[in-house]
């Protein structure tokens, strides 16, 4: 296996790159997750094409919180996009927003049982805190 960089390889062994990608959230609220962490890494990914996303074998995700309810989707929508990579998301603290945000749809917003297990039955591998 050739681990390099993108320099060509030859080697004649098989090639496989690491691909390291940093998206953070810029904006966006409860109701709309259009600029959440999730929903530009979607953007990025697909913006490289369809033979890009054939290559990929896995792919790990590492966020401070767990998926907000729409993010949920976005990450389901990745599992079609990437059928047979492994795909593995880890967050640091169970999303669940203050008591004192002012969005109505709090308790649509936050990240529910129902909504990892949705994850879990698309092939998602689950590894944050669950409370
Ligand atoms: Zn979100």
Redesign the pocket.
């Known amino acids: 296996m050739y681990t390099g960089s993108n320099t060509p390889n030859t080697f004649g062994t098989t090639q496989t790159v690491e691909v390291i990608a940093r998206t953070w ?1 810029t904006q ?1 609220t ?1 109701k709309n ?1 259009v600029n ?4 530009q890494l979607d953007t990025w990914l697909t913006s490289q094409g369809d033979d890009f996303l054939r290559r990929i074998t896995a792919m790990e995700l590492h966020s401070r919180y767990s ?5 949920t989707d ?1 990450l389901i929508g990745l599992r079609r996009k990437l059928p047979s990579a492994v795909l593995v998301f880890h967050w640091r603290d169970l ?1 669940v927003p203050k008591d004192d945000s002012p969005s109505r749809r709090r308790q649509v ?1 936050q990240t529910a049982a129902a909504y990892l297990s949705e994850l879990e039955k698309v092939g998602w591998r689950l590894t944050g805190r669950r409370s």
Do not use: L
């Open positions: 959230a966006g409860e997750s959440h962490t999730e929903r998926a907000c309810t729409n993010c976005v999303y917003s």
